[in-house]
């Protein structure tokens, strides 16, 4: 418990930091001059355990972010390879420590002990696997298809994404069985994130942990992310693709699964005061694609993404420097700089619909205009129907 000189003069919080029994967040006032109410007062999370070295602990972090060169000495004369190695250091030290770290946090009260221990492993063999995916990228011993696409390197980074979709967002599934097992198939889902594609991750991730024939989605993403120098080569080596016709045709034929957003820049860019509801899905590309093809389409209602980014605004000066068709002022963004970035922890379900059968119709059908936009038009009204019910299930948007 801090004393009353560690109080601080301001007030940081107006609502209490505590949990009530059944783990929800209380929602009393907190005290004046501290994050909790009188209730949960002995809910301030306790110093670290005395056999947990904090100097050591804070170099361990400090040398998470070393941007060494390769090459450099360690103290013991041995060499550095750079952030790589230090990165390893950080997952041996805090697997060295785990148990320590565990019961740090598990004697707080806050957070079950089985849920601190296997986060503490899933983190471990996170950061483990990031080490082994550069290590291996930065070697040259890899193969990619024509696409760019490495799926060695992608199953190492999927650790990675699990801690977003085990602990952060908290992932449920419905439905995956609606998923195609073999061949090719086109997934719809509706789309939000400001722009990075982390609602396409997380269906990609829930395939791959729960599908019985787990299998790599490729996402087809718009333009102006396959031209960022930063994140391009990065998308293209964990599947993704340009979003055009020919791209889907090809992995289509190849008898792929492919995700497709028809919203768009549409459906990303719209406020925060019209959440969930569907903007038009154009012309209705990916039928003509799923009618040529004979790919069945699968809709995705995907519930918690609208949540991460709330847009109250765009901040043009931004957008323009990085080429992007839009940037969101958020509660967030750009008031806390940088950490104003960081998605919000929403709690997301993910919803894989009936499976639309289009091999009733013949390929030519693509040309039936009018039947492309009545189909395109059942697949829209399924997934709003299904965020509408989904929505309806959630409690609040965070748990």
């Known amino acids: 418990m801090p004393t009353s000189t560690d109080i ?8 209490c930091l505590g949990q009530t029994r059944n783990g929800a967040r209380c929602r009393r006032r907190a005290l004046e001059g501290s994050k909790f109410c009188a209730l949960h007062a002995d809910q301030a999370p ?29 103290d013991d004369g041995s060499a550095n390879n750079g952030p790589l190695d230090e990165l390893m250091e950080f997952a041996d030290y805090v697997g060295d420590n785990v148990s320590k770290l565990t019961d740090a946090v598990a004697n707080s009260g806050l957070v079950d002990k089985s849920l601190v221990e296997r986060f503490s492993h899933d983190f471990i063999l996170a950061l483990t696997s990031l080490v082994a995916a550069f290590t291996e990228r930065a070697s040259g011993d890899y193969e990619e298809d024509e696409f760019g696409f490495d799926q060695s390197f992608t199953e190492k980074l999927m650790p990675m994404a699990n801690l977003l979709y085990k602990y952060y967002w908290r992932v449920d599934v419905d439905g995956i069985e609606n998923v195609p097992a073999t061949g090719g198939g086109i997934l719809v889902s509706n789309h ?13 991730t829930a395939i791959l942990n729960l599908h019985s024939n787990p ?25 993704q ?14 008898e792929q699964l492919i995700a497709v957003f028809p919203e768009g820049v549409r459906g990303m860019a719209k406020p925060f005061s019209q959440r969930y509801q569907l903007q038009r899905f154009g012309r209705g590309g990916f039928v003509r694609i799923a009618l040529r093809t004979q790919a069945p389409i699968v809709p995705v209602a995907v519930v918690g993404s609208e949540e991460i980014y709330p847009k109250l605004g765009n901040i043009p000066v931004i ?24 998605p919000l922890p929403s709690k997301w379900h993910i919803e894989f619909c009936d499976p639309i059968d289009v091999s009733q119709y013949p390929p030519e059908a693509a040309d039936d205009r009018a039947l492309v936009l ?23 948007p965070f748990w």
């Open 8 to 15: 601080p003069t301001e007030r940081s919080v107006t609502t």
């Open 319 to 342: 957008n323009k420097l990085i080429g992007a068709p839009f940037v969101p002022m958020t509660p967030l963004f750009p008031w806390l700089g940088l950490a104003g970035a960081i």
């Open 192 to 204: 939000a994130g400001a722009g990075m594609p982390f609602d396409g991750v997380m269906i990609k």
């Open 241 to 254: 693709v340009l979003a055009c016709s020919p791209n889907a045709y090809e992995l289509l034929k190849r």
């Open 215 to 239: 299998r790599h989605v490729r996402l087809l993403v718009l333009d102006w992310l396959m031209g960022l120098p930063w994140l391009a080569d990065l998308m293209k080596q964990t599947g």
């Open 374 to 396: 009545e189909l395109s038009e059942q697949v829209r009204s399924t997934i709003q129907e299904r965020l509408k019910e989904n929505l309806l299930k959630r409690k609040t």
């Open 46 to 74: 306790p110093d670290l355990p005395r056999d947990i070295d904090r100097d050591e602990l804070d170099d361990a972090i400090a040398g998470f972010g070393h941007e060494g060169a390769g090459g450099d000495a360690r």
